[in-house]
C-alpha cells in the first residue's frame, strides 16, 4: 500500500506561482511512477505530467509545457508541480497519483487550486 497526500494548494491571483507537494508513505520502494492530473470543475480529469521515480526522467501534456515543471525529492518520497504564470482556467482539484504495476494504483484527495483576483 502507498498513501499519498497532496498540499500546496489555495487561491493565487493570476500571473502568479504556486508549488503543490505530494508525499508519499507507505511501500514507497515499489512505485515506479507518480503523476499529477487536475479536474476543473464540469470537466474530466485531465493528465499533467509524470516523472519516473528512479531516473528522474519527467514528462509533459503539452498543455503544462513552460509553466509547469514536475520534479521529486526521492529521500523525502515527495514529488512537486511547480506551476508558474498561472491562469483562471489553472484552477482545477490537483491530484497525485503514483504507478506500481500498469495503471495509477494510487491517488491523493486532491487539493484545491484557485486563480482568480
Known amino acids: 500500500q502507498v498513501q499519498l497526500v497532496e498540499s500546496g494548494g489555495g487561491l493565487v491571483q493570476p500571473g502568479g506561482s504556486m508549488r503543490l507537494s505530494c508525499a508519499a508513505s507507505?511501500?514507497?520502494?515499489?512505485?515506479?511512477?507518480m503523476a499529477w492530473f487536475r479536474q476543473a470543475p464540469g470537466k474530466g480529469r485531465e493528465y499533467i505530467a509524470h516523472i519516473i521515480w528512479n531516473s528522474g526522467n519527467t514528462y509533459y501534456a503539452d498543455s503544462a509545457k513552460g509553466r509547469f515543471t514536475i520534479s521529486r525529492d526521492n529521500a523525502k518520497n515527495t514529488m512537486y508541480l511547480q506551476m508558474n504564470s498561472l491562469k483562471p482556467e489553472d484552477t482545477a482539484v490537483y491530484t497525485c497519483?503514483?504507478?506500481?504495476?500498469?495503471?495509477?494504483?494510487?491517488w491523493g484527495q486532491g487539493t484545491q487550486v484557485t486563480v482568480s483576483s
Open positions: 507507505g511501500r514507497t520502494g515499489t512505485i515506479v511512477r
Open positions: 497519483a503514483a504507478l506500481i504495476t500498469i495503471t495509477y494504483d494510487y
